[in-house]
């Protein structure tokens, strides 16, 4: 049933076994209220309604929470102000002075706040929601509980026609971040600004030329001329000694100038790289990340975060804070543009009961990469550090990290991510997956854990977990691998993995069935492949059954994928050239270029990459930087950027014709081979520019990864300075094919010819479906870009992290291509589809193997004509390991979603050999098709959220024969109610 609560309501407590369910046409509910045994209870929850992206919000991990029932198994209701040492007997408004406080200057976007009480000597309050929610969910972080979710279900509808909503008063709950985080949070608040600058402390010495280069970096669309980008810590007073306390100190760093804090929905034009030199920075309260930030830490020397002893908060680093309410400061699904490099994080001098290092609540365009949490190995069970925190969101990318004891090393929960290089050492259990639609997992080493991989959440029939895929991984000295609940004869498809090469001769059990207690697969060994889920096509027998078992050897690949130094498919991360001098940087600015945003900067890059040599490093000092006709990038250059500098292709005549399209960045030439580097960028449109080509990648890598993209974004309409925003392209469902000429993007985002070939590491190819000016709060608008990315190369390619939303025709193409592989690719149709069709506005171009959907959809019912979430024509050797493809709207409605049917179809194979791997779509009513026919439908796949497969292999592909004893159950397509009750948005 529903269940109605105000912030003051107090939920009932449910037996071990109760389930309430609410469903509600055109918006499912779910709110899980037991879980296994009697020490579990409900969850009251407050939830912000996201028209499609609605994360999973944290709730409990049963396994440790604490609750004190009174007599009759009722919840002892208590307020535990000790947490923040305060008295909570009363519920004192703040007056209007108190209102402006620093706690506002902190964060200038701040909403007034509405607190409990003013303690007198301080910003500290109490809420006045005093409940057992406060009791029960008082997380770890801050020494009492362990936040960690539950199934819940998660509305896509659509609220005000905004994509960031107001909370719904019929299933909304308390994320409790603990008192303690909220009062410390605005206690730093209260001190932060009121502190001045310190003198910089003696630097400690580096040549990291991060450290000196140049500050150049300018706003092109703000309105502060003295706005700074880049911040060095130590110049706003921290020490790095690592006994003064350097919190305010760095949060003072974070926090100047305008900055796009709590009640600031997003912004670009308030960017900030924050800079820390090597040292120990001891800090006793998080640092609060706010929206379009990067903390930089020296690449040579990195710095270490060490959380003090009496450190209070959610995390050492908190990337999306919880208000008084238990509200985000940003919509987690809108949380885009973060990174955190090159970091040590310990809290090996915090008690052992609470703490964790990152809060890493994010979405696309994000990165963790180069960090080392140091945990607590010592206090058994009473161990409750963590180093990343996760509990929503929808990313994301991260690479190179190592995490060193705990109870967890990673608690992830995101609707999907892409992870790769990853390091546990002797964590009680290395990785807790909380919740996900799709996560790919790839170079995993798990040494001297009790659990590798723990993905069990939920049990049998309400499983969390969407999909698993693990790759080229190696467990060491860890009793069980991986704990699942995965049950062979359930009609839903939740609990989904894949194991492809990785090494299990260190385990006793390689995957454990934590309900029944049974070993599925033996350790010791070396798993080749292995899948549970449902297999469709190739030697695996009649399509669509459910498998539980070994399936042979490893999957073959080419050659030109793999490392032969490792055997592992190849990866290399993005180079932060932490040995190269600062004078090998050419500053762009420095050479002619304004960055303005108005000045056409053509010639002066175009001049400025003819003369680079190959030792030097292009460096694109933040700004916008108006290109007006294709700039050839020559064969061998590397190119960074400060803080995602933009490159707007404009002008008024180049990029004009989708008949005959340009490209803006024109990379190599046909047949060149070379070694071109390009990191920490974004292409975007000043204004529609319908026959433009964001970037065309001719150029092979002279070597593997020689030719690659790092933290490269294309981000077409709904920012500052495109002209692509509310004003001009707000969304109009109301008026029949409400195409604007002013509101087309470009012709295609990326394309890689046939000589091409290019190592992508988390790119987002993204068409704007809302606004992020900050007075925009999200609303949606329609930007008609013409199509994603169109790859024709031969190979090698590889994408790790990719993401291509919202074009017209097509997400993926792969034409006439080969030796391609892709981990793990996420797209989005366009919300306006149905008004117009994927028919118009652009026309079918032969010349780039357009689908053709006037032909392919004649006769058929509506919902045919919708973009192709991945389409390969006469491609082979095409591998991708994992796929979260999503249709959430018909014209902005979303009553398809109650019976799956946004669009007829999501993925088409065209006289072509692709091996898909844990495929999860969405509202699509044929996941795959091959050759027009349908293949699986979401009917018969349905999972937590989306419809999943384990495995599509298309006949006579080899290395997939089933050796196992598996275990099969043919797919039964569940009825209508029961998959409705299933799905969680």
């Known amino acids: 049933m529903a269940m109605d609560m105000d912030k003051h309501s107090v939920p009932p407590h449910p037996s071990s076994h109760d389930r309430q369910r609410a469903v509600v046409a055109g918006r499912v509910r779910e709110v899980e209220q037991a879980r296994e045994n009697n020490t579990n209870m409900a969850v009251n929850r407050a939830r912000r309604h996201h028209p499609h992206r609605q994360g999973h919000l944290a709730t409990l991990h049963k396994e440790t929470w604490e609750i004190q029932p009174e007599a009759g198994d009722v919840p002892a209701y208590t307020c535990l102000h000790e947490a923040a040492s305060l008295d909570c007997r009363d519920d004192i408004s703040l007056d209007a002075s108190a209102q402006n406080s620093d706690a506002e200057k902190l964060l200038p976007h701040t909403r007034p706040l509405s607190l409990s009480r003013h303690h007198s000597s301080s910003l500290r309050f109490c809420p006045s929601f005093c409940s057992h929610l406060y009791y029960s969910l008082l ?50 608040a209260s001190s932060l600004l009121s502190t001045t600058i310190a003198a910089p402390a ?73 800079y820390f030199p090597p040292g120990t920075y001891l800090v006793s309260k998080p640092l609060i990340q706010l929206y379009y930030t ?18 209070e908060g959610m995390a050492v680093i908190d990337a999306d804070p919880y208000d008084n309410t238990g509200t985000n400061f940003w919509v987690n699904q809108n949380n885009f543009f973060r990174q955190v490099r090159n970091f040590v994080i310990d809290l090996t001098a915090m008690p052992a009961e609470k703490g964790a290092g990152i809060h890493w609540q994010v979405a696309q365009a994000t990165s963790l990469q180069n960090i080392v949490f140091n945990l607590r190995t010592d206090g058994g069970a009473a161990n409750k550090q963590l180093g990343i925190f996760m509990d929503n969101g929808s990313g994301g990318f991260m690479s190179d990290l190592t995490f060193n004891g705990g109870s967890i090393g990673a608690f992830f929960g995101n609707q999907q991510f892409t992870t790769r290089n990853l390091t546990f050492n002797g964590c009680q259990t290395a990785i807790f997956m909380n919740w996900n639609w799709a996560w790919s997992f790839q170079d995993v080493k798990i040494n001297d854990c009790g659990v590798g991989i723990d993905m069990s959440n939920g049990g049998p029939t309400s499983q969390t977990v969407g999909s698993v895929l693990l790759t080229d991984s190696v467990f060491t000295n860890t009793p069980i691998g991986i704990k699942t609940a995965y049950d062979p004869t359930s009609p839903q498809t939740n609990g989904t993995l894949v194991l492809d090469n990785v090494d299990m001769t260190g385990t006793q059990s390689a995957v454990f069935n934590n309900a029944t207690q049974q070993v599925i697969l033996p350790g010791a060994q070396k798993v080749g492949f292995f899948t549970q889920g449902r297999n469709y096509g190739g030697e695996t027998g009649a399509a669509g059954k459910a498998v539980q078992a070994a399936q042979g050897a490893a999957i073959t690949k080419p050659q030109s994928l793999i490392d032969s130094k490792t055997g592992f498919v190849f ?61 050839k990038v020559p064969k061998n250059i590397k190119i960074t950027g400060e803080i995602w500098p933009v490159i707007m292709a404009g002008g008024d005549s180049a990029f004009k014709d989708q008949a005959n399209p340009k490209p803006v960045f024109q ?57 692509l925003q509310i004003e001009q392209c707000a969304k109009n469902p109301n008026a029949t094919n409400p195409i604007k000429p002013e509101c087309f993007g470009s012709f295609l985002m990326l394309h890689v010819p046939t000589t091409g070939s290019v190592y992508l590491e988390n790119t987002w190819f993204w068409v704007a479906d809302h606004d992020l000016a900050p007075t925009a709060d999200n609303k949606q608008i329609d930007v008609f870009n013409g199509r994603g990315v169109l790859i024709e190369s031969q190979g090698p390619v590889w994408a790790w992290g990719t993401a291509s939303e919202h ?38 171009n032969a010349k780039f193997n357009d689908p053709d959907f006037a032909a392919s959809c004649k006769g058929n019912a509506t919902g045919c004509a919708r973009s192709w979430g991945v389409r390969a024509v006469d491609s082979k050797d095409v591998f991708i390991y994992g796929a979260g493809l999503y249709s959430f709207f018909d014209n902005y409605d979303q009553t398809c979603l109650e019976t799956e049917s946004c669009q007829s179809n999501m993925v088409s194979l065209e006289q072509s050999q692709v091996h898909i791997f844990g495929l999860s779509t969405k509202a699509s009513v044929n996941m795959l098709t091959v050759d027009g026919a349908s293949v699986a439908l979401d009917a018969d796949n349905r999972n937590n959220f989306c419809a999943t497969l384990a495995l599509f292999t298309p006949s006579g592909a080899g290395g997939l024969g089933n050796t196992g004893n598996a275990t099969t159950t043919p797919p039964a397509t569940a009825p209508v109610a029961q998959r409705m009750r299933t799905v969680r948005y």
Not at 142 to 169: E, F, M, Q, V, W
Not at 225 to 237: E, I, K
Not at 604 to 616: G, S, W
């Open 139 to 188: 997380p770890v972080l801050t020494g009492r509980s362990h936040l960690s979710p539950a199934p819940d279900i998660r509305s896509p509808g659509l609220h005000l026609g905004t994509k960031h909503t107001k909370s719904s008063t019929s299933s909304w709950y308390y994320i409790a971040m603990g008192l303690s985080t909220i009062c410390t949070f605005f206690l730093l």
């Open 571 to 631: 990866t290399r991360s993005k180079p932060q050239y932490e040995n190269v001098p600062v004078a090998s940087f050419v500053s762009v600015k420095d050479n002619g270029a304004k960055g303005d945003g108005v000045t056409d900067d053509t010639a002066a890059i175009q001049a400025i990459f003819d003369k680079a040599t190959a030792d030097q490093i292009v460096y694109f000092d933040h700004g916008a930087y108006l290109v007006t006709d294709t700039v």
């Open 807 to 844: 074009s017209v025709l097509y997400n993926y193409q792969f034409s006439n291509a080969s030796d391609i592989y892709l981990s793990l690719i996420q797209t989005e149709t366009p919300y306006f589809q149905g008004n117009p069709e994927a028919t118009t506005p652009y026309t079918v």
């Open 667 to 723: 990379v190599g030439q046909p047949g060149d081979t070379g070694a071109v580097e390009m990191s920490d960028l974004i292409f975007g449109t000043a204004g529609p520019q319908p026959g433009a080509i964001m970037m065309e990648w001719n150029v092979a890598g002279d070597a593997q990864g020689a030719a690659a993209l790092w933290d490269v974004h294309t981000r077409i309409g709904g920012y500052a300075g495109t002209n």
């Open 294 to 311: 990067q903390f930089v830490g020296d690449a040579i020397n990195p710095p270490t975060l060490k959380a003090a002893a009496s450190f």
């Open 202 to 274: 003696p630097r400690a010495a580096t040549s990291y030329w991060l450290s000196s280069i140049k500050r150049q970096g300018t706003i092109a669309f703000g309105n502060d001329s003295s706005y700074q980008v880049f911040r060095d810590v130590q110049a706003y007073g921290a020490k790095g000694d690592g006994s003064t306390d350097d919190t305010d100190a760095i949060n003072k760093a974070i926090s100047d100038g305008n900055r796009c804090g709590h009640g600031c929905p997003s912004d670009t034009n308030t960017p900030a790289l924050v």
